[in-house]
């Protein structure tokens, strides 16, 4: 695992570490609820053609200018469905969360857009 020394401005001028609080405290609030929980993964290499196709399918989209959240989404997701190597599928997991974190920024970025009066698009660096 790497590690990085990054203040919170550094990333995404603070979201993502409020995010990450935000995880945290979800992670909490399920320890409470149901305990620390073990379970095999239901991960299998039979799941492969179906991450394949999300990645095409990912890539259309990124091509026509179509990309949304949950194509990434459900590319990385299903990527980690069909690994069953535990080093590899921790590696796709991690990248399913930052996904997730990156999503629900740019959610939080939008909201404080709309309520600036700004449109979304305002928020966007230009290409």
């Known amino acids: 695992m790497t590690t990085l020394s990054l203040s919170p401005s550094q990333l ?36 492969a053609p179906y991450a394949e196709a999300a990645k095409a399918a990912t890539d259309k989209a990124a091509e026509n200018g179509t990309l949304t959240w949950a194509d990434i989404l459900s590319e990385e997701v299903l990527e980690a469905f069909s690994e069953t190597n535990q080093d590899a599928l ?11 974190i990156s999503w629900a920024e740019d959610i939080d970025r939008r909201r404080t857009a709309a309520n600036s009066g700004r449109t979304f698009y305002d928020q966007r660096p230009s290409s």
């Open 12 to 47: 995404a001028t603070g979201e993502t570490a409020d995010l990450l609080y935000d995880v945290a405290d979800e992670r909490i609030a399920q320890v409470a609820k149901w305990g620390v929980q073990a379970r095999p993964d239901g991960t299998s290499e039979s799941n």
């Open 90 to 100: 921790r590696e796709e997991l991690v990248q399913v969360a930052a996904v997730a």
